[in-house]
T-cell receptor
Framework: DGGITQSPKYLFRKEGQNVTLSCEQN?????MYWYRQDPGQGLRLIYY???????QKGDIAEGYSVSREKKESFPLTVTSAQKNPTAFYLC?????????????FGSGTRLTVV | KNQVEQSPQSLIILEGKNCTLQ??????????LRWYKQDTGRGPVSLTI?????NTKSNGRYTATLDADTKQSSLHITASQLSDSASYIC???????????FGKGTSLLVTP
């Protein structure tokens, strides 16, 4: 079945440590996105990529980095510069063309700072 | 500033009852509006997508309405089931970049 796979489901980070969240899709979608979800808040865009080897900052990119070396993969690194990284992270992808194509979301990664 | 406001923030209903969730937005120029269902600890799943010209769209027991003039949308759930317990998120896109504007969601709890 086609879809988006995020791993791991749960991740614990120590202070000052970088961690990388994986996002893989086999939907042949060009566009991929990373969102952060905090309790009581709407999803906020961290980074997005419309094509391979290109990505753009979203609304809250500080302390995060991404790469898009392959169409299928869009990993997110949470760096030590992100002061409050504990959150639920969602990856999404979208088919090209008309905007009415739905976004497909992964199952999320819950990151906790310990 | 593009905003999406949802109400109520949370809702508790008895199994079998109907309910309606509201979404008001100030996103402009409007492209489309989506309703998503998000189970706890899971990613959102699309329920409906509506463009400017669509007033109503159904997906099983879920019916979404859109009034583009008043910039309001509603999601009506008929004959609720325990599995409907989730957060329901309204998402509005604007031209030209189709960036998504997320509401904070309505948390629905269906009790036996």
């Amino acid at each position: 079945d086609g879809g988006i796979t995020q791993s791991p489901k749960y991740l614990f980070r120590k202070e000052g440590q970088n961690v990388t969240l994986s996002c893989e899709q086999n939907l042949n979608h060009d566009a991929m996105y990373w969102y952060r979800q905090d309790p009581g808040q709407g999803l906020r865009l961290i980074y997005y990529s419309q094509i391979v080897n290109d990505f753009q900052k979203g609304d809250i990119a500080e302390g995060y980095s991404v790469s898009r070396e392959k169409k299928e993969s869009f990993p997110l690194t949470v760096t030590s510069a992100q002061k409050n990284p504990t959150a639920f992270y969602l990856c999404a992808s979208k088919a090209p063309g008309q905007p009415n194509y739905g976004y497909t979301f992964g199952s999320g990664t819950r990151l906790t700072v310990v | 500033k593009n905003q999406v406001e949802q109400s109520p923030q949370s809702l508790i209903i008895l199994e079998g009852k109907n309910c309606t969730l509201q979404c008001n937005y100030t996103v402009s120029p409007f492209s489309n509006l989506r309703w998503y269902k998000q189970d706890t600890g899971r990613g959102p799943v699309s329920l409906t997508i509506m463009t400017f010209s669509e007033n109503t769209k159904s997906n099983g027991r879920y019916t979404a309405t859109l009034d583009a003039d008043t910039k309001q949308s509603s999601l009506h759930i008929t004959a609720s089931q325990l599995s409907d317990s989730a957060s329901y998120i309204c998402v509005v896109s604007a031209f030209p970049g189709y960036a998504l504007n997320f509401g904070k969601g309505t948390s629905l709890l269906v009790t036996p």
